[in-house]
């Protein structure tokens, strides 16, 4: 306005005025001279006012009645010219706005008038609009006449007004409805009180509305009553009028100004009462209306539907439901009914297709969709309106596919063409655009043989109608092919677009505004609502979010099974790329948004009708025909009685085959085939699982298992880390990929591979969805693949694996659902399965311990333990080839993690030690590659604790029999294993005992009692412990390199390391390691198969030693006993101090024992040699061991460690300083025990017993004898015997009689085994040496040391010597009576043949020949003890050697006799004068007539000499003979008043005999005068003599004995002479045998002998009955004389001769006789 307030503005208007004023005047001038008047005075009166007036437009308004005067005259003279110019005029004053009311007023009338004189017709309306424009001024009556005005130039025949008319009735109403907007916003600010209409009061009631607002009810109310075809109020005027003008202005002053209706009650009344009821009416004809029905039927014809009408009323309704749906709901409930039914197939195509518009119009507005929901669908009894639309618009589209469009001929024409022409033409050229003559398929739907093509009809999310915009046409237009379809397409995608939109936008909305208020963080922004809900702060958004959230639900609910089954029937039918992906679009969005919500139903529902659209057509998948698609399977459901009917899929596709795979079933049918809409699908499946994967929840199982399926045709396998890599299919050629495919496949597998890569974005929950699902379906393609060989899917284990790896941040969550389905996997029969279950699930494990984990492992224990636990899980699985995957990890876990493996170490450990012996040899060794790996690099990184564990996993391995190598290694482990502990031994021991007190508090806090192997003992020694024990075990294998090398290697550790272990410990090692093992070598051994091995595997030769399992076991045996003895002997002075080390003395001894008893050579042989080393108690301290300093107190034992003087001292071992105070500690805390005499005693008393048990049952002879009986062997023997000096060093104090009557049937027994013959030649000397065998050498040192022992012991000791002989002469009589043992008979050495089990008997000469020499020996050292006098040992002595020598010759050798004189006249020597000094005692008594006995036996001998004696020998034999004559004379003879005369008559007697030597026939005559033996015969004779004629005799006694002597000798004498002439007489002319002359010579000799002694003597000494004998020989001797023998002559002469003495006179008879 300020344009026309300026002053240079009101200066022009005042010109323009009065110069229209004078142009009116002069036009007026002639013809209407009033009019030119009233103009002048208008001159005037116009300047006047200028001239007056400051506000000079005010003054023009108040007067513009006058001003205009002129101006309405003139128009009035109905002259053209004069009243353009006049109109002009009034149009200038209004636009000036000094037009006033009541001159608007007049002006209307004016041009009321003119109106009727149908003048200046455009100039009027455009004047009228001026002046309503303009201003305000014109009201009410003037208004309306105005308004009627314009409406009656509308209906002129002049087509250009009419339009002009049209336009201006538009604006004219638009401007009254403006003025009432103005005037409210005037009055706004002013707060009046409203007062309340009454919804039933009189329509008329407006005089609560003020002038403008009255005006435009007015103006309303009377559109509704025109269109109504009833009469206005207001209007006063109309003549005539359209209606579809009518629903033309209606519908624009509803579209532009809803506010006034919805602010005005008034107004909203009018909508109400007025204008639905209105439209509902119009609407009827399109209701009844039925195409194709018959009028006939119904009595009155039905008003057909008029498309102008029909269009514009479906506007209105649009702008109502759009503008004022909250006002008319109940209207819009009727409104919305009918555009459903208006989708009628019975029902016009136009009507169809502007009804799908106006829908369309709808879906657009989502916020109205939702009032829908909200008024209806949500209440109870109300129509479930929304639902109704899109079931609706889902029924029209099935309508469309089935029955044909009619419309004009020439359409139907068309899509019939199409029809057939579709089939044909669309598989030839489908998806080949541009191929020939640039043949572009349209895009269009296809559905079994109908074939719409579909329209570009609107921008996507606009609404733009085309037949509802046909404003002009009256005919309904004919609707091209594919237009409604489009249209409803259309209406679908945005329906869905709309609602999803919303409805996520609200949501997103509610989630942030959750988070901002929620107290604390919550985890992730994707949270499900209900989630939410814990954190919302206040009630009132709880509350709100409650209802939007029922609204949304609902509204999904509603609309979502129309939805799908109009989508998935459109997806069938698409047969375009863009309208398919539309469409999965729109499904994709649909389900997302159902998950948001959490509608499970729906939601499964969309993904399954994506899913089934990635598969081939009806291809059998169980999990898209689960209850979750029942709803849909069924092929039409109803809803809320409206049919939806379910278009099964077409199967006659005319999509591009794009690849022809296998489908994944467990008997695979032919081929199947996908087309380009199929991958399609699955890219939009990919995508819905990759972005909404969160929403997903249970429905991961759908779009898994169709993935896999997919996956699976395609023909793409798992690679490592579980991306799926384009893989020919095993099945062979049957995928058949195109080139299109081909170069989609990376694509798709990289998606894929992403889609599982975006699960770490996943929350908590979703992801065990998807973990689960993957899970469920890894569960089905197992159960595929029991019981064949084919190739498994292993599509779910390849991306558990992928998922697993990139959550690998929050991996505990789902670990256990994760690890626990891989193991199920691994333990699948399906060989391809399980690997892959194990590949999977040993590359989780190894990622899940290199993973940066926020807090690391090391600080998060549990977390690795978890980690960790699944390979140790894989233990219980008995496939070989996932334990060698599991043992293949756990190397790769030592080498790239070992260093930091820490608490886990004892699963990883105890993955190792769980192979089993029948696990294969493979896996055996893998799984000592890593246990050396272990021992050899990471001893020292893993916690002291576990050290344990290692030493049993080493031991175990030890244990497995699968390959000797392994085990022996093992044992080595387990010697490097020591080692480090001896090494390490310090901080070992630290971490250990920090371990132990801690353990210990939770035990006591627990109140539990702490329990581990070997309890008491320090845990560092329990460390030890467990070492031994298993080493034990190991020293018990059934193998026996294994068994020797274990023992091997226990004893060295316990050897070198043995000085670490606690004094205390010792115990533990003695009574629970060595002895243990002890015992179970014995069991074993004696239990032991005595079969032979034949080889020992393959081609290796086993030694005939070795060849039976016994054999082997007797090496054990040996080499355990040996270590346990060599312990018992270096760590004596550790032993001793222990409190039982008596008791463990025995059981050591009981194990020596039962070894030296066992009937194994080997076994019983180094038994005794422990048993010997036990007892080398020199000194048992190594050198190593020594201790440096001497031992502080004389202990017997000479073996203190350290000493009690204080640490000061050095150190007793030259170790490393830990070890050494470790000794120093229990050296120096507790005072080392003296060990007192008597406990040793014991000990060896305890040995000594032993050793007696040993001896009396080793030599025992068997009852019974055959091939098998065990006879000890000479070695053995040996041993034992050497044993006892020894031992006797230590017992000698106590030894009494008892003990030596055990040690001689020892001896004896000992002395008395055979040897079998085949070990003859390497004992036995050859039989003509004399060499004693080391036993009897050994028997022989036994006795000697016992004797030397006596002799310098206490005189009770001595009463031991007789038995000492009696033992010695036992063994002299084996020179000629060899041993029996038991029954066994023993053959001569010469006579056993070499090779047979014979057993010889040793050749015991010698023996008993050195025994004779050491009683000799004895005998002359103890000659004259009491004891040896008392016990008549000289008596045995004789005894003993009468039988060698009363054998002679025939003794077994030939040196016994000769030795057993010679010893003889050695003992007598010795013997003779003490027996003569206790002659009175009669302790000798008995000796005599067995000493005479001897004699008599020996020099007479019964045995005849060999016949190869020669002469010198047997000199030299009767030389012998001379020489006991010549003891007999010299020691027997002289004392013979000592002597018993009986023994002094047999002594006569025999040398009686003697000196005659008898004739022996057995000589030849050549050889009778060396025979005799005439130097003995001679000695005996002297001797005879000798003592006939002793001087000296001195008692009665003596005398007896010469008598005796010479009447024997006489007697002898005269029976020779006689027997000789006799044989002379006999022989004639023979000479006599040449013996028997020599002894008639002898004799002659002997007789001149007696002679001579006889006058030697004197006389007084002489018997007379003795001359009496002498000369009564003389007769005899003359007898002689006649022989022929000149020798005999010479001896006889002198014989003859000394008789001259006797020749005297005879004297007087004297008597002497008694003298």
């Known amino acids: 306005m300020s344009g026309t307030n300026s002053p240079e503005a009101v200066k022009k208007l005042l010109e323009n005025m009065q110069s229209d004023l004078r142009a009116l005047s002069l036009e007026c001038k002639k013809k209407f001279p009033p009019v030119k008047e009233a103009a002048e005075s208008g001159i005037i009166k116009v ?129 009254v409805f403006e003025r009432m907007v ?47 075809a009833d009469a206005p109020y207001w209007l006063v005027g109309m003549t005539e009028m359209t209606r579809t003008f009518g629903l033309e202005l209606l519908e624009s002053v509803l579209n532009d100004f809803p506010q006034v209706f919805l602010q005005h009650q008034e107004f909203s009344f009018l909508l109400k009462e007025r204008v639905c009821p209105l439209v509902i009416k119009l609407f009827s004809p399109n209701i009844k209306f039925r195409q194709g029905s018959s009028t006939s039927s119904s009595p009155a014809p039905v008003e057909k539907p008029y498309f102008p009408i029909c269009m514009r009323l479906l506007r209105v309704v649009s702008v109502l439901i759009k503008q004022f749906y909250s006002l008319l709901v109940t209207e819009c409930e009727i409104f919305l009914s009918l555009l459903v039914k208006f989708l009628d197939a019975d029902k016009p195509q136009w009507l169809r297709a502007v009804a799908v518009e106006s829908i369309h119009r709808l879906c657009v507005q989502p916020q109205l969709l939702r009032s829908f929901c909200q008024s209806y669908d949500m209440k109870q009894h109300s129509t479930k309106v929304f639902r109704d639309i899109v079931n609706a618009l889902g029924s029209f589209i099935q309508s469309l596919f089935l029955v044909p469009p009619t419309g004009n001929p020439a359409t139907t024409n068309q899509a019939g063409n199409n029809n057939s022409a579709g089939p044909v033409s669309a598989p030839a050229n489908s998806g080949m655009l541009g191929i020939g003559g640039g043949v572009t398929l349209l895009p ?165 009708a994506m899913c089934k659209g990635s598969l081939p057509p009806h291809y059998a998948l169980t999990v898209l025909n689960t209850t979750t698609a029942a709803t849909l399977s069924n092929k039409s459901y109803s809803i809320q009685g409206q049919n939806v009917m379910m278009i099964s899929p077409s199967s006659e596709s005319h999509q591009q085959v794009v690849a022809v795979g296998q489908p994944l079933a467990v008997q695979p049918q032919g081929t199947v085939m996908l087309t380009s809409k199929n991958i399609q699908c699955m890219r939009t499946l990919l995508n819905l699982a990759h972005c909404h994967g969160a929403v997903l929840g249970t429905s991961w199982q759908l779009v898994l298992a169709t993935l896999q399926h997919l996956v699976w045709i395609l023909g793409l396998k798992p690679s490592s880390g579980g991306a799926l890599k384009p893989g020919r299919a095993v099945e062979g050629p049957s995928t ?42 890894s569960l089905e393609a197992m159960d595929m693949a029991y019981g064949n060989n084919k190739e498994p899917s292993l599509f779910a284990v390849a991306k558990l694996l992928e998922t697993g790896l990139v959550n690998m941040h929050r991996i505990e969550i789902l670990w256990r659902p994760l690890t626990g389905h891989l193991l199920e996997v691994c333990q699948h029969p399906n060989s391809r399965m399980r690997e892959w279950g194990a590949e999977a699930l040993t590359s989780l494990i190894k990622a899940g311990l290199t993973f940066n984990h926020d807090p690391p492992l090391s600080q998060n224990q549990r977390l690795q333990l978890l980690l960790l636990n699944p390979l140790k899980e894989m233990s219980s699985i008995n496939h070989p080839d996932i334990r060698l995957k599991q043992l293949e990890c756990v190397l790769q876990i030592l080498q790239s993690q070992g260093d930091s493996l820490g608490p886990g170490w004892p699963l990883v450990l105890g993955v190792m030690g769980a192979i089993r012996n029948d696990q294969g040899e493979s896996l055996i060794r893998t799984a000592f590659q890593c246990l050396q790996l272990v021992v050899t690099d990471f001893l020292p990184t893993m916690p002291c604790t576990c050290l344990q564990i290692v030493v049993d996993v080493a031991g175990s391995f030890g244990l497995h029999n699968q390959e000797l190598n392994i085990s022996l290694t093992s044992i080595g482990l387990l010697w490097n294993i020591s080692d480090y502990f001896f090494q390490r031994g310090e901080t070992i021991e630290k971490e250990l005992n920090k371990e132990e007190a801690a353990q210990q508090k939770q035990a006591e806090e627990k109140g539990v009692v702490l329990n581990r192997p070997f309890h008491p003992a320090p845990p560092f020694d329990c460390l030890w412990l467990c070492l031994y024990a298993k080493l034990g075990e190991l020293c018990v294998d059934p193998r026996p390199a294994v068994r020797k090398s274990a023992g091997q290697t226990l004893f060295s550790t316990i050897g070198a390391h043995g000085t670490l272990l606690q004094h205390s410990t010792w115990h533990t090692v003695i009574w629970k390691v060595l002895f ?120 017997p034992v000479p073996v203190l460690i350290g000493s009690i003087s204080g640490p000061g001292l050095n150190r007793p071992f030259v170790r490393t300083d830990s070890i050494g105070e470790r000794l120093g500690r229990y050296s120096s805390s507790e005072p080392p025990i003296v060990t007192d005499e008597l406990e040793d005693l014991n000990l060896w008393w305890a040995a000594w017993n032993t050793w007696y048990r040993i001896g009396s049952e080793s030599t025992k002879p068997p009852i019974t004898f055959d091939k098998l009986t065990f006879i000890p062997s000479q070695p053995f023997l040996t041993a034992l015997i050497q044993i006892f000096p020894a031992l006797y060093q230590h017992i000698k104090t106590g030894f009494n009689m008892d003990d ?89 050495i010469a006579n056993a043949k070499y090779n047979q089990a014979e057993w010889v008997a040793l050749n015991y000469v010698p023996f008993a020949e050195r025994s004779l020499e050491v009683v000799v020996d004895l005998y002359q050292k103890t000659a004259c003890h009491k004891a040896v006098v008392n016990e008549k040992v000289l008596q045995n002595i004789i005894k003993t050697l009468r039988v060698p020598l009363s054998l002679k010759y025939s003794c077994p050798s030939e040196s016994t006799w000769k030795l057993a004189v010679s010893s003889l006249l050695k003992v007598l020597s010795i013997g003779l004068p003490v027996a003569r000094q206790h002659a009175s005692s009669g302790k000798f008594d008995s000796m005599w007539p067995e000493l005479a006995n001897t004699f ?185 004389i006649t022989c022929s023998s000149s020798e005999v002559c010479s001896a006889l002469k002198e014989a003859l001769v000394p008789f001259k003495d006797f020749m005297q006179p005879p004297a007087s008879k004297v008597q002497n006789g008694e003298s």
Request: net charge negative; proline share 4%; hydrophobic share 40%.
């Open 47 to 175: 300047k006047t006012i200028a001239a007056r007036n400051t506000e000079i437009l005010a003054a023009l308004k108040d007067n513009s009645s006058e001003v205009v005067q002129p101006f309405l005259m003139g128009c009035g003279t109905k002259e053209p010219k004069i009243t353009q110019l006049c109109l002009a005029a009034i149009q200038r004053l209004m636009s000036h706005e000094v037009v006033s009311e009541t001159a608007a007023g007049n002006i209307i009338n004016m041009l009321w008038q003119l109106m009727e004189n149908s003048l200046e017709e455009l100039k009027l309306l455009q004047t009228v609009l001026v002046l309503l424009t303009t201003n305000t001024v014109v009201h009410d009556e003037a208004l309306s006449k105005a308004i009627v005005l314009c409406f009656r130039l509308h209906f002129t025949k002049d087509n250009i007004t009419n339009n002009t008319a049209a336009a201006t009735v538009r604006q004219v109403v638009t401007v």
């Open 182 to 228: 103005a005037e409210d916003e005037r009055h706004r600010d002013i707060i009046e009180q409203p007062v309340l209409v009454q919804g039933n009061s009189n329509r008329r009631s407006v005089s609560t509305l003020k002038p403008c607002a009255k005006d435009a009810y007015m103006l309303f109310q009377d559109l509704c009553q025109l269109v109504n």
């Open 444 to 608: 269009a739907f296809e559905y079994r043989g109908t074939w719409i093509p579909i329209l570009t009809v609107t921008v996507q999310g606009s609404a733009k109608a085309t037949y509802l915009e046909m404003l002009d046409k009256v005919e309904p237009p004919t609707i091209p092919e594919g237009y409604a379809m489009s249209v409803a397409f259309h209406c679908l995608l945005d329906l869905v677009r709309g609602i999803t939109t919303m409805i996520e936008g609200e949501l997103g909305e509610v989630e942030t505004e959750c988070l901002t208020t929620t107290t604390e963080a919550v985890s992730s922004p994707t949270q499900s609502s209900s989630e939410q809900q814990e954190f919302q702060s206040t009630s009132d958004q709880m509350d709100k979010e409650i209802v939007s959230r029922a609204v949304w639900e609902e509204m999904v609910n509603a609309c979502w099974c129309g939805l799908l089954a109009a989508l998935s029937l459109l997806l069938d039918a698409s047969t375009d790329e863009a309208a398919t992906e539309n469409i999965l679009k729109a499904e994709l969005t649909m389900a997302a948004l159902c998950g948001r919500l959490g509608l499970v139903t729906s939601r499964d529902a969309f993904i399954t």
């Open 736 to 777: 058949v990929l195109t080139t299109a495919v081909m170069t989609d496949l990376p694509v798709i597998s990289n998606i894929l591979s992403r889609l599982f890569e975006s699960s770490q974005y996943l929350d908590d929950v979703s992801l065990h969805h998807l973990i689960n699902a993957l899970c469920s379906l």
């Open 1076 to 1195: 243990h093992l002890l015992d179970r070598v014995r069991e074993s051994s004696t239990t032991a198969d005595k079969e032979k091995i034949e080889s020992g595997g393959g081609n290796i030769l086993i030694h005939h030693s070795r060849d039976t399992a016994e054999k082997q076991w007797a090496e054990t045996w040996v080499l355990t006993l040996a270590g346990v003895a060599r312990i018992f002997n270096t760590r004596r002075y550790l032993l001793q101090p222990l409190g039982d080390f008596s008791s463990a003395w025995d059981v050591l001894l009981d194990h020596i024992q039962s070894a030296a008893l066992s009937k194994n050579n080997e076994v019983s042989l180094a038994a005794l040699k422990s048993f010997q080393e036990i007892l080398q108690i020199v000194s048992p301290v190594r050198d190593s061991d020594k201790p440096e300093t001497p031992p502080a107190v004389n202990v």
């Open 1300 to 1388: 030596l009557q055990k040690l001689g049937v020892i001896l004896h027994s000992a002395v008395s085994v055979p040897i079998s013959s085949d070990a003859s030649p390497f004992i036995l000397p050859s039989y003509t040496e004399a060499v004693l065998t080391s036993l009897q050498e050994a028997v022989l040192t036994a006795l000697d040391v016992l004797q030397k022992a006596i002799c310098i012991g206490p005189e009770n000791m001595q009463i031991m010597y007789p038995a000492i002989f009696d033992q010695l002469l036992a063994f002299v009589e084996f020179s000629c009576k060899p041993p029996q043992y038991g029954q066994l008979e023993t053959k001569h």
């Open 1496 to 1680: 008599e036996d020996f020099l007479f001998t019964k045995s005849i000499p060999p016949d190869n004696l020669s002469i010198q020998e047997f000199q030299r034999n009767e030389s012998i003979d001379v020489e006991v004559v010549q003891l007999i004379s010299t020691e027997i003879l002289p004392y013979a008043n000592f002597i018993p005369k009986e023994f002094v008559g047999q002594i006569m007697t025999m040398l009686n005999k003697g000196s005659i030597h008898s004739q022996s026939s057995s000589f030849t005559e050549a050889e009778i005068d060396i025979r005799l033996r005439e130097e003995f015969s001679k000695m005996c004779f002297e001797t005879l003599l000798q003592f006939s004629f002793s001087n000296k005799v001195t008692t009665p006694q003596e005398g007896y004995i010469s008598r005796m002597a010479l009447s024997v000798l006489l007697k002898r004498s005269q029976d020779v002479l006689h027997r000789y002439i006799e044989d002379e007489r006999l022989s004639g002319k023979c000479p006599l045998p040449r013996q028997q002359v020599t002894e008639i010579i002898f004799v002659l000799k002997a007789v001149s002998t007696l002679i001579d002694s006889l006058k030697k003597t004197q006389p007084e000494n002489v018997d007379g009955n003795t001359w009496a004998q002498v000369i009564a020989l003389y007769p005899t001797l003359v007898e002689c």
